[in-house]
């Protein structure tokens, strides 16, 4: 169907239109550089009819659209300076038959702070959503259950079990362990397995509020309660637990002072906010915990015995990870093996002397300490096996210098010593990743001692 004059008089006012909104300025000029479209009344104080058949260069400054046409490549981002502001410009050579046939300059800024502004934008926009995924992460929701908690300690696993019994009453929990040891981990599998689990789960770490706040923080405040208190007053931890559990972690910071306060909350579960008077009725299990012995400062006077009383009706205790040596092995190979399903050039196994490292050393910082570690050590690793060379210095100090020892072969009693004399010897080496004078050291040895018995070994 052809087309008649109205109609596309009428399509090409369309055009004209849609070039005009979508770009500050526009300007398409003809092969020999002469402007054929002109769209640029917004920056220039010129009308189209003006300039209408005049080359490029004598009406927009710095243009570089006669240049295009000769060199054929488009000109993407180029900053221009016009009237002053420097606009942000894109050229393209228009191209029909492999010949350059003309060229089409826009303006896509009219001045280049216009850029910078979306990128300050896009910069506050990336915070936001960093701020919300924060957010996000302090929602008052329980994260792990007890699935998550694993062990091949009988020890454990009793504690386990009486967590789980209990998880179903109302009775306040107290949890005693070590850093690291998991008690955070129990207050959430035990706020998900009991019927409490659709309410809120509020955790607060007393160590890391201020004295002067921990007030405020727990028992919120009605509108200008106190000088420096916000208008619209503040929900505290309490009632944001109402219905729900409330985790108080390190316990033992809890100041004498506030202790009294807390007491009176447990028993009476009726709350009243700072600088109000009405009371609040609370439904609230209460999960504590405490990586020192809290009974110890109880006797010396450091923490109320009543409050201990009412808190540590069921008591859980975590034992640390020196004590759970079978979990040692199994957490260091379930480490190894989420991260071998994510990298698959992660090594997988570790040796003999790598893994009786792990197992002798004390762990002071537990499961976290140990997840540490080990990572750092898949991470050092090339090979398939992590050895006792990616294992930090502290750890191989820490391992005793005998390695199980096999029953030697028999002789007399002088071959024997021999045997495991050397056997110590080897395993020191071999610990001291091949260092004789460091293997001497640990031994309480002198290197030519050392040495002496190696030749006398070797011959
Ligand atoms: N039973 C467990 N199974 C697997 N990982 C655990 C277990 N207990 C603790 N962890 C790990 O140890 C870290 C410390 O646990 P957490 O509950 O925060 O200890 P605590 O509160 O006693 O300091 C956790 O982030 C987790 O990686
Ligand atoms: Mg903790």
């Known amino acids: 169907m052809i087309k008649s004059y109205e109609q596309l008089q009428w399509e090409m006012d369309i055009i004209d239109e849609f070039i005009e909104k979508a770009y500050e300025g526009l300007i398409i000029v003809d092969q020999e550089g002469k402007i054929i479209k002109f769209k640029y009344e917004r920056l220039l104080d010129v009308k189209e ?26 000109e993407i981002g180029d900053i221009q300076t016009i009237k002053g502001h420097n606009v942000v410009t894109s050229r393209i050579p228009i191209i029909r038959n492999g010949i350059i046939v003309g060229a089409v300059g826009t303006i896509l800024f009219k001045d280049i702070l216009e850029v910078q502004h979306m990128a300050e934008h896009i910069d506050q926009m990336k915070r936001y959503v960093k701020k919300y995924k924060q957010d996000l992460k302090r929602l008052n929701v329980a994260k792990y259950t007890f699935d998550q908690i694993q062990t091949k300690d009988r020890k454990m696993q009793a504690t ?35 019927y409490r689990k659709y309410g809120p789960f509020v955790k607060i770490n007393c160590a890391s509020i201020p004295e002067s706040l921990i007030e405020s923080e727990l028992f919120g405040y009605e509108p200008g309660a106190f000088t420096g208190a916000s208008h619209h007053g503040k929900i505290g931890k309490f009632e944001l637990a109402n219905g729900g559990t409330l985790f108080l972690d390190e ?10 306060k807390l007491l009176r909350i447990v028993e009476e579960r009726e709350l009243e906010r700072i600088g109000g008077n009405q009371r609040i009725p609370l439904d609230i299990r209460f ?68 893994m009786h490292s792990l197992e002798s050393y004390h762990w002071p910082g537990n499961i976290r300490e140990l997840r540490n570690i080990i990572e750092s050590a898949i991470n050092q690793a090339s090979g398939n096996t992590v050895t006792v060379a990616h294992l930090p210095e502290f750890i191989k100090l820490d391992t005793p210098n005998v390695l199980p020892v096999e029953t030697p072969e028999a002789g007399n009693l002088k071959s024997i010593m021999e045997q495991i004399e050397i056997k110590i010897i080897l395993d020191t080496i071999r610990q001291a990743n091949g260092n004789r004078s460091e293997a001497a050291k640990r031994l309480g040895i002198h290197r030519t001692a050392l040495y002496k018995k190696l030749n006398k070994y070797e011959t």
């Not at 243009?63 to 488009?74: A, N």
């Not at 316990?251 to 009294?260: A, K, R, V, Y």
Request: charged letters at 25%; proline letters at 4%; a positive charge.
């Open 49 to 74: 009819e003006e300039v209408i058949g005049k080359h490029v260069t004598e009406v927009v400054e710095n243009t570089r659209l006669h240049i295009v046409l000769k060199t054929g490549q488009p």
């Open 251 to 260: 316990l033992n910071s809890m100041p004498f002072e506030m202790q009294g």
């Open 160 to 194: 386990i079990d009486l967590a789980k019994r209990t998880a179903l009453t109302n009775s306040s929990i107290f949890i005693e362990g070590q850093s690291g040891t998991g008690k955070e981990y129990f207050a959430h599998a035990i706020h998900e397995a009991s």
């Open 287 to 354: 999960i504590t915990a405490c990586n020192e012995d809290l009974l110890k400062l109880v006797k010396e006077g450091k923490f109320r015995s009543d409050l201990f009383y009412r808190l540590n009706v069921v008591h859980l205790r975590l034992p640390s990870l020196k004590e759970r040596k079978r979990d040692i092995n199994m957490f260091a190979n379930q480490i190894l093996t989420t991260f071998s399903s994510e990298y698959p050039k992660c090594p997988k196994f570790f040796s003999k002397e790598a």
